[in-house]
């Protein structure tokens, strides 16, 4: 309390005094004890009613032991039941938690983890993932700029997340206590598959298989393949000691549209404790990218052969030479090469202003630009009747696609009219056109895109030197071809663009998290920050259908599915306002990542209680654990002054008695007729 607020006091005692004197006694007629008694009531009143206005604040010191946090978590995944523990005591942690000298030294909280990170209320050994990196992550908010050690019981078998190796803060312990039986078994494990998850009809995909051993005698086993009832791979693989991790990198045929389920296994004639980790399923999704293309020309010339050769390259695509008089309707083409048109090509420019399929035409000394002056809006031709080389000049600012130099500026020079080629579009070149080094401001070979159409010109013919000249550099024509089939790649596909647009996966795992997300956009393509986007998923096999909203995040909308039985399951996803709507389907394949494990990963928390300055114990080894903590001297507990301030207008008590006083006075007064 200042010297300033006991001044105050000090001067409140004698102003209630003086106000009390002054209308109980001084006034007063008869000087009786009753007026001396309700003078004295005034004065604690008066007195009560100015302390509370002057608010002393009071001091009061206290002493308190704050005590080093000790967090015991527990994983409580599948794996700890899997690892020959299924009759592991649900209390076997207490030994620690209820251990007399370790409470009156530390503050034990007791956590659980799984995929989640929570406090322990019940051990039943039944989660679906390891996350021991959250296990970090969270003591790092609990528990910041402290010193602590932490015990953890674990096998150390991590499903999810980061490297929990390096994931704890530097001022902590770790004394990981295993669970599990170390001794070494023999076991066959498929670590890891890496494929693409989409490939080409007709083409193959290459498949990466990581296989593990874990054993200490030379052995010999099978791994294949299998798709269906059908194996598509077979190969002996021999393991020793000294070999315990393979490689293996196989080719597969992908020879059916759709889906495809392929079932690696690793087998030996040695029994496995755990079979399990033998088998892993994985899906690849085949795609049919044939591209059937008419090749339109009038004439006869050693590029049409060239060009086609070029494409077929690429065994998804199927190039028709035919005359433009010949053809009556478009469905069965992708899209359209021109070569060299004339105005017999006009009933095809008709029927192609309708199917608006993307084109590629290819000019020439044979090519009337009159007539393309009438049927594109691309470029203005003015031609002259003279014939001129054009050499090509690469340009590096091409961005549609990947392209390089392939040296195009040392080909030899393409024929065509002589004039002036002025584009009426937003075009973008990939070649311009130079005659002897000087720059004509011609382009040579250009693309533009024109809403949901797609048009490539190449504007000179002999293109099949270019061919040829790449064949006699390269010894191969696969520059050219590359290069062709970059070109005709970019035609093939279509630019439209979706108001929503949803990215998912074919095919996921059980028991791993399911993400789909989704865009909408306003009818300037632009992202709409206010749609209200809702998902109905079905299960094929049970016909149960579920309603989910998505969730904005900064750049799109996410909605997550956790613990989905294998199966199929078809979805739909729906905008509130437009209705607009996209329909989906995915599968679930089985998969436990729990039951993948035969061993703890002894190693790997060995790592982790070295990098913490901490030391691994088992199960049998608790009493030394606890001796160590409770003998490590970097844990004591510390007392702390603690100075606590309470100012006079919280105590509710006077607010009771200024107001009991007044009663008190007020009765009084009316007792003895005094109001």
Known sequence: MTTSTILLLILSVFIAAGLSFFQYYYKAKNRSKLHLFLAFIRFLTLFSVLVLLINPVFSRKTFEIKKTPLPIIVDNSESIKELNNSNLSNDFYTKISSNKELNEKFDIQLYSFDDDFISLKNIDFSGKQTHIDNVAKNLKQIYRNENYPIVLFTDGNQTKGSDYIYSFQENTALYPIVLGDTTTVFDLKINQINVNKYAFLKNKFPVEVFLQYNGNDAVTSTFSIQNGNQIVHKQNITFSSKEKVKSIQVLLDASSIGIQKYKASIISSKPEKNKINNYKNFAVEVIDQ?????????????????????????????????????????????????????????????????????????????????????????????????????????????????????????????????????????????????????????????????????????????????????????????????????????????????????????????????????????????????????????????????????????????????????????????????????????????????????????????????????????????????????????????????????????????????????????????????L
């Open 290 to 674: 044939r591209t059937e293309i008419a090749l339109i020309s009038d004439i006869n010339h050693p590029d049409l052969g060239a060009i086609k050769r070029s494409i077929e390259i690429n065994e998804q695509r199927k190039v028709t030479i035919i005359k433009p008089l010949e053809i009556k309707d478009l469905k069965e083409y992708s899209f359209l090469i021109f070569y060299q048109p004339n105005t017999s090509f006009k009933s095809v420019f008709e029927l192609n202003k309708i199917a608006q399929l993307n084109t590629f035409i290819i000019t020439g000394t044979n090519t009337d630009f009159l007539f393309l002056n009438r049927n594109q809006s691309d470029f203005t031709f003015r031609m002259s009747s003279q014939k001129e080389s054009y050499f090509a000049k690469y340009d590096s600012g091409f961005n549609l696609f990947s392209q390089d130099n392939i040296g195009f500026d040392n080909f030899s020079p393409l024929e065509n009219s002589f004039g002036t080629i002025t584009s009426k579009t937003a075009s973008v070149n990939l070649l311009d056109a130079t005659i002897r080094n000087i720059q004509t401001g011609n382009p040579l070979l250009s693309f533009s895109e024109t809403g949901k159409q797609r048009k490539a010109y190449l504007f000179g013919e002999n293109i099949w030197k270019w061919r040829m000249e790449t064949h006699l550099k390269k010894k191969s024509f696969n520059d050219f071809d590359l290069f062709m089939d970059k070109t005709i790649q970019y035609l093939a596909s279509n630019s439209s663009k979706k108001s929503l647009t949803v990215d998912y996966q074919s095919f996921y795992n059980a028991g791993e998290t399911i993400e789909i997300t989704a865009q909408y956009f306003n009818k300037n393509y632009e992202l709409d920050e206010n749609a209200q986007l809702t998902i109905q998923l079905t299960n094929s096999g049970t016909k149960k259908t579920k309603l989910y909203n998505f969730l904005k995040s900064s750049l799109d909308y996410k909605v997550q599915f956790d613990d989905l039985d294998k199966g199929n399951y078809q979805f739909t996803v729906k905008e509130k306002e437009s209705k607009t709507s996209f329909s989906g389907s995915f599968e679930v394949l089985e998969f436990d990542f729990e039951k993948q494990f035969v061993n703890p990963d002894k190693t790997r928390l060995e790592q982790l209680a070295a990098n913490t300055s901490g030391k691994v114990y088992y199960l049998d080894q608790l009493e030394a654990l606890i001796t160590s903590l409770n003998q490590n001297t970097k844990y004591l507990p510390v007392q702390k002054e603690v100075i606590k301030k309470s100012p006079l207008i919280d105590w509710n008590w006077l607010l009771i008695l200024i107001c009991l006083l007044l009663s008190i006075e007020w009765f009084t007064r009316k007792y003895n007729g005094m």
